[in-house]
């Protein structure tokens, strides 16, 4: 299994501004996940973060948007640029404890509320 | 193209009474199946998931699913609900590789 963190748990933040939210696992791990949840929806895969190369993004997610660092097996970014309020979610990270992807279980942080006014 | 569906964004049942939550699934490879809980101000955690082998799947807190390949679903039930069983619960697929699919959700309710 793999426990992970994350930091703000929450944060109210003006419009224009940006945000950058920290994930750490307690064990290394190849892949990482950003996900968004908006209120009262499923998650959304923002992007797939891969030690040392580029984040992959999904269809309706650019990289000027949502930055993603992923410097070393257990920690990555992200920030959320130039908010509106529309950005206001939860952001999640996950992350497989193992490398073969298949019906692997993802581990999930408790989650970033962000409130954007 | 893989797809999750979950039958009711809402479900109710009395303290005590069974709880069944449903998914549907849709999958052009055999798939692997999950159904992941999320508490208030939480993130998911993983009830159970299936990937070979057994049909009828047993995970914690005493939740129980069923694949059936036939009828394309994978419901969640448990026997007799509990209060600390409200919660969102959230089926999900996947079908190789890290990319997982996730439902809707379901809001379980469980009134006294």
């Keep these: ?117 | 193209a893989q797809s999750v569906t979950q039958l009711g964004s809402h479900v109710s049942v009395s303290e005590g009474a069974l709880v069944l939550l449903r998914c549907n699934y849709s999958s052009s490879v055999p798939p692997y199946l999950f159904w992941y809980v999320q508490y208030p101000n939480q993130g998911l955690q993983l009830l159970l998931k299936y990937t070979t082998g057994a049909t009828l799947v047993k995970g914690i807190n005493g939740f129980e699913a069923e694949f059936k390949k036939s009828e394309t679903s994978f419901h969640l039930t448990k026997p007799s609900a509990h209060m600390s069983d409200a919660a969102e619960y959230f089926c999900a697929l996947n079908t190789g590789g890290f990319k997982t699919i996730f439902g809707a959700g379901t809001r379980l309710f469980v009134k006294a």
């Design chain 1, 1 to 117: 299994s793999a426990v992970i963190s994350q930091k703000p748990s929450r944060d109210i933040c003006q419009r224009g501004t940006s945000l950058t939210i920290q994930c750490q696992v307690d064990s290394q791990v190849t892949m990482m996940f950003w996900y968004r949840q908006q209120p009262g929806q499923s998650l959304t895969l923002i992007a797939t973060a891969n030690q040392g190369s580029e984040a992959t993004y999904e269809s309706g997610f650019v990289i000027d948007k949502f930055p993603i660092s992923r410097p070393n097996l257990t920690f990555s970014t992200l920030t959320v640029s130039n908010m509106s309020p529309e950005d206001s979610s939860i952001y999640l990270c996950s992350a497989p404890p193992g490398t073969s992807g298949s019906g692997e279980t993802q581990y999930f942080g408790p989650g970033t509320r962000l409130l954007v006014l």
